[in-house]
């Protein structure tokens, strides 16, 4: 989340369009937010919104009328659809939904809030809610990918609890989110107005276009039986916030993952593995790679044996867990000599001296740079939404940022890499 002056979106005009989901009530205080950052607001709701939300409620917050019908007559003579989407310096749809996603990623344009998607060329941030399920569904998975290519930026959606008891990913990003995803898209495109979708993506530079990009992420369960095994706490949310963000600049990203619970991230290609060696195995059938991230929990240990059969409990003495190391992957990799990939980031989680460690880290593995992560409760527990990290360089140079969602912490990391790897190519 970027921070925010009061009045940073001074003079901004922004078309909010707002899709028929249960979230639509929530675009009423988006409405009073982004005027309170100093934007001008004009609402555009489609058929669907208003079963949830009045014209008249949104036009009374944005002191502006509300547009609807793409065939009112009045409205046409008035300002038409081809005005509306030129007449703003950005477009927000909030919340949109999986039928309005749908639309814009395959150019349908049945209704006002589509064809005004379809004939702009200003920025556009969507800020996507819906059931968990129709968000995991393949087919929105690839209108997002589809959506984020053509250089729409996303917000959200939110994790946690929604609607018939349901938990994850799904919920609209808080409206103070989506201000202030709006300012970060706004400074980004530098007046939007001229710049923005279709002009964007010749104008955008995708930071890692034409690389190669290799992530692990999430843990690794070492075997003792055909039952048991050992784990970490890892939840592969940061190192799959980092293979998304790589995705969404350019590159072509192979996503190593140890057992996770969350979603695949979308355009990229994933490598289902278990164990350490399992992790390796794949990792160098992956090279050779541009960038390689370790981002993954890997087991330090596993069993020195693995049993065939499942261990009994007799009633006797426990039985013994003996442990042998397993393979270290950052070191393995950083140290090749022939096929090394030309950054090698590793990933520390620490408790105690955070960046002290970090730094002997980088010196003991070879690698480029240490992604410190304090994963102390007041860091950002294990396994959490967010995360404290600090990007330790081989040259001694400590970035350190404020506890971020993973996902931020994954764009942070990204842009700083692609810049490194730019320096080191040139
Ligand atoms: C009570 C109710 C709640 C809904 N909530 C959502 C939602 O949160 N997200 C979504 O994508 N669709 C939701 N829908 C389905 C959309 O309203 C439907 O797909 C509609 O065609 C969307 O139209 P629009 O994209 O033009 O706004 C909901 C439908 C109902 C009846």
Request: hydrophobic residues 45%; charged residues 20%; proline residues 6%.
């Amino acid at each position: 989340m970027t921070s925010s002056s009061p009045k940073a979106l001074a003079g901004r005009r922004v078309l909010l369009i707002v899709g028929g989901g249960i979230a639509a009530y929530k675009a009423l205080d988006l409405i009073r937010r982004l005027r309170e950052r100093g934007a001008q607001v004009r609402p555009l709701l489609t058929e669907s919104a208003q079963e949830f939300v009045t014209p008249l409620a949104a036009a009374a917050l944005a002191g502006e009328r509300t547009h609807t019908d793409l065939f009112d007559r009045e409205s046409e003579a008035d300002i038409g659809h081809i005005k509306l989407a030129r007449d703003a310096d950005a477009i927000v749809v909030a919340p949109a939904t999986a039928n309005l996603m749908a639309r814009m990623a395959t150019g349908h344009a049945p209704d006002l809030a589509s064809t005004v998607l379809l004939a702009t060329t200003l920025p556009i941030l969507i800020a996507p809610a819906m059931n968990v399920r129709m968000w995991l569904h393949p087919a929105t998975q690839r209108n997002l990918a589809t959506l984020k290519t053509d250089g729409v930026a996303v917000v959200g959606p939110n994790e946690g609890a929604m609607a018939e008891a349901e938990f994850g990913p799904g919920r609209l990003a808080e409206p103070h989110e989506i201000a202030d995803a709006l300012e970060a898209l706004l400074a980004q495109r530098s007046g939007g107005q001229v710049l923005g979708f279709l002009a964007g993506r010749e104008t955008l530079k995708k930071p890692l276009a034409g690389r190669h990009v290799l992530v692990t992420s999430g843990p690794t369960h070492e075997p003792i039986d055909p039952v048991r095994y050992l784990a970490n706490r890892s939840s592969g949310r940061q190192g799959h916030a980092v293979a998304a963000a790589a995705a969404a600049a350019g590159a072509r990203v192979t996503l190593v993952s140890g057992p996770v619970a969350i979603p695949d991230p979308a355009g990229v290609t994933v490598v289902r593995v278990e164990s350490a060696r399992e992790m390796l195995a794949a990792v160098e059938a992956a090279l050779p790679a541009d960038l390689a991230i370790f981002a993954a929990a890997v087991g330090d240990w596993r069993p020195a044996e693995t049993r065939a059969g499942k261990i009994k409990k007799d009633g006797s003495t426990p039985p013994p867990l003996q442990l042998v190391e397993n393979p270290d992957l950052l070191a393995t990799i950083a140290g090749r000599g022939e096929g090394r990939p030309p950054l090698v980031v590793g990933f520390a989680a620490e408790t105690d001296d955070v960046i002290a460690n970090a730094q002997r880290k980088i010196a003991r593995k070879g690698c480029d740079l240490i992604v410190a992560n304090d994963v102390s409760a007041a860091g950002g527990v294990m396994g959490g939404l967010e995360n404290t990290v600090h990007l330790v360089a081989r040259d001694g140079s400590v970035e350190t940022w404020p506890k971020l969602a993973k996902e931020e912490v994954g764009r942070r990391l990204v842009a700083r890499f692609a810049e490194r790897l730019a320096a080191t190519s040139r």
